[in-house]
């Protein structure tokens, strides 16, 4: 098949799709479709195991509404360093604890989010601040 470059095409010709039948903009569509369906399914199995309530505070939150009380998903490691959409990796939050990881620098939340204690109690979670300019273990949750 000859590949034309997109600015040899006219104005209003369309470009050609690739051997699949398909564009690169139609290939990145459906990537990014795949990633948001992936990430729903991933936040629909965290708030069915968070119960809606803030992992640190225990505060009962909700879907959408109020943005003090609405449900935030925090993920452990940072998309931007690989983090994936599992659950393992993602923990509900307050706007507020949310606010001190991401804005403030006042809060690490690090482990396993689907981690379970003997009684099947979560546990896998620890909770780090800064005491007299160290991070310091506040709470297991």
């Not at 000859?2 to 039948?21: D, M």
């Not at 990537?31 to 505060?59: P, Q, S």
Request: hydrophobic share 35%; proline share 3%.
């Amino acid at each position: 098949m000859n590949h034309v470059h997109s600015s040899l095409l006219g104005r209003f010709q369309p470009i050609p799709k690739t051997v699949l039948g398909r564009s690169r903009a139609d290939e990145k569509a459906a990537k990014d479709n795949a990633e948001k369906a992936a990430e729903r399914a991933c936040y629909r199995r965290v708030d069915r195991r968070d119960g809606l309530r803030c992992r640190v505070t225990g505060i009962q939150l909700a879907l959408g509404g109020s943005l003090v009380k609405a449900a935030q998903r925090h993920h452990l490691i940072p998309r931007s360093q690989g983090g994936q959409h599992e659950t393992w990796n993602v923990v509900t939050v307050s706007k507020a604890i949310h606010d001190r990881i991401h804005v403030h620098g006042t809060m690490r939340i690090t482990g396993d989010a689907d981690a379970r204690d003997a009684e099947g109690r979560l546990c896998g979670l620890k909770v780090e601040e800064p005491i007299n300019e160290v991070w310091t273990v506040t709470k297991w949750v």
